[in-house]
């Protein structure tokens, strides 16, 4: 089906690992972004790339990791987990012009570090 | 820098009764302004957008919402909730390389 898809849905990893969560769309969307969620913070922007191999800091960059070598897929690596990365991790993307289009969110993964 | 205030954290409304969600904006241009629905367990889904024209915009789900440039407004209505509206709701205004900035979100509850 197309649309955007992220995994894992769910995920535990231990403080100091490293974890990769995936994105990937289908629709060849220029622009594509990272957002967690926490109660009492709504939706805070981590990175966003507005193409392959161009990607940039959003409101809350430390401890993430990210790369874009294809248009399809926007991958967000913690480098080293902390408790306080324990979040629901949002990716959407949008058509070239973004701005005006809205975004297409995925169903989100929910990450816990223990 | 843009930023959005959601004042009310939690409504609860009557099922057929009308609602209103406010949405405060601050821009220093003409903003880009959207709303989406998230549903327990899912992504957030885009009910409308407006940039410009009429300041009366309709979307989904028989939302709509108007905006007010001499209020920094952007509510949105439904005339008549249904049980299935129930939901979190966020506004949010679009700001430079397409990133937007999201309001805390406004959790709707809808009484039998």
């Known amino acids: 089906d197309a649309g955007i898809t992220q995994s894992p849905r769910y995920k535990i990893t231990e403080t100091g690992r490293q974890v990769t969560l995936m994105c990937h769309q289908t629709?060849?969307?220029?622009?594509m972004f990272w957002y967690r969620q926490d109660l009492g913070h709504g939706l805070r922007l981590i990175y966003y790339?507005?193409?392959?191999?161009?990607?940039d800091k959003g409101e809350v960059p430390d401890g993430y990791v990210v790369s874009r070598s294809k248009t399809e897929n926007f991958p967000l690596t913690l480098e080293s987990a902390t408790r306080s990365q324990t979040s629901v991790y949002f990716c959407?993307?949008?058509?070239?012009?973004?701005?005006?289009?809205?975004?297409?969110f995925g169903s989100g993964t929910r990450l816990t570090v223990v | 820098a843009q930023s959005v205030t959601q004042p009310d954290i939690h409504i609860t409304v009557s099922e057929g009764a009308s609602l209103e969600l406010r949405c405060n904006y601050s821009?220093?241009?003409?903003?880009?302004l959207f709303w989406y629905v998230q549903s327990p367990g899912q992504g957030l889904q885009l009910l409308l957008k407006?940039?410009?024209?009429?300041?009366l915009v309709q979307g989904i789900k028989g939302f709509e919402a108007e905006f007010k440039r001499s209020q920094s407004s952007f509510n949105l209505r439904k005339p008549s909730v249904h049980w299935s509206d129930a939901a979190e709701y966020f506004c949010?205004?679009?700001?430079?390389?397409?990133?937007?900035?999201f309001g805390d979100g406004t959790t709707l509850t809808v009484k039998p």
């Open positions: 959407a993307s949008s058509e070239s012009q973004g701005q005006g289009r809205g975004y297409t």
């Open positions: 629709w060849s969307h220029s622009y």
């Open positions: 790339s507005a193409a392959a191999d161009i990607t």
């Open positions: 821009y220093g241009a003409t903003p880009y």
């Open positions: 407006y940039f410009s024209g009429d300041t």
């Open positions: 949010a205004v679009g700001a430079g390389a397409g990133k937007s900035t």
